[in-house]
Nanobody, 121 residues
């Protein structure tokens, strides 16, 4: 049974940091990434490791870092200099087949349950 379990969300003041983790089990994934969804908005791409390379949304470049520990089948998202607009539910995503569309949510076939990140101003 495939499972993606996120952890590390919480409440933080603007300018603070959080580190999200996503532990995958059940199989090995080709690519893994993070998406987020703010209240009343559509789910949006945050970051991914595709083909071994990191990719970021423009809104988080220079502040967020994605990394992966293949031995633990875990992906991390280090979030620094957080802003209130980073608030939302963060979802871990993974896929088992190659796709160059790292920002396309439909290209990922497994999802975690989400973890809430709230940044206060």
């Amino acid at each position: 049974q495939v499972q993606l379990v996120e952890s590390g969300g919480g409440l933080v003041e603007a300018g603070g940091s959080l580190r999200l983790s996503c532990a995958a089990s059940g199989r090995t994934f080709m690519d893994m990434g993070w998406f987020r969804q703010a209240p009343g908005k559509e789910r949006e791409f945050v970051a991914s490791i595709t083909g071994g390379s990191p990719y970021y949304a423009d809104s988080v470049k220079g502040r967020f870092t994605i990394s992966r520990d293949n031995a633990k089948n875990t992906v991390y998202l280090q979030m620094n200099s957080l802003k209130p607009e980073d608030t939302g539910v963060y979802y871990c995503a993974s896929r088992t087949m190659f796709s160059p569309y790292y920002a396309l949510s439909g290209s990922y076939n497994y999802w975690g349950q989400g973890t809430q990140v709230t940044v206060s101003s």
